[in-house]
């Protein structure tokens, strides 16, 4: 069975035992999420009434850098910027529809 679940302004398609990276939450052991968009066939309006997603937080990492590069050209305008963004690791460990 899948779910499909809302956090951080993004959704994700998962099943139980799946590890995915998120972003940045504020759980150290485990996390439940209660957004849940479709949970095997039932489908939310927009959300499944009493549907719930379980997860155990598995690590805090720092995702890669991404280059920001800012250029006008003939006008000496350049700026350079990188960015690391902050990811919670997480594994699913039950679906309830």
Do not use: C
Not at 74 to 85: A, D, S
Request: aromatic share 8%.
């Amino acid at each position: 069975m899948f779910a499909i679940f809302k956090t951080g302004g993004k959704q994700y398609k998962v099943q139980k035992g799946e590890v995915l990276s998120v972003e940045k939450l504020d759980a150290d052991k485990e996390i439940v999420f209660e957004e849940v968009l479709m949970a095997g066939d039932k489908v939310g309006t927009p959300l499944v009434a009493g549907a719930k997603v379980k997860a155990e937080v598995v690590d805090q990492i720092r995702d890669d850098k991404v280059i920001v590069f800012k250029k006008k050209r003939r006008q000496n305008y350049r700026r350079k910027q990188g960015h690391r963004q902050y990811l919670t690791v997480i594994k699913i460990t039950d679906i309830i529809a």
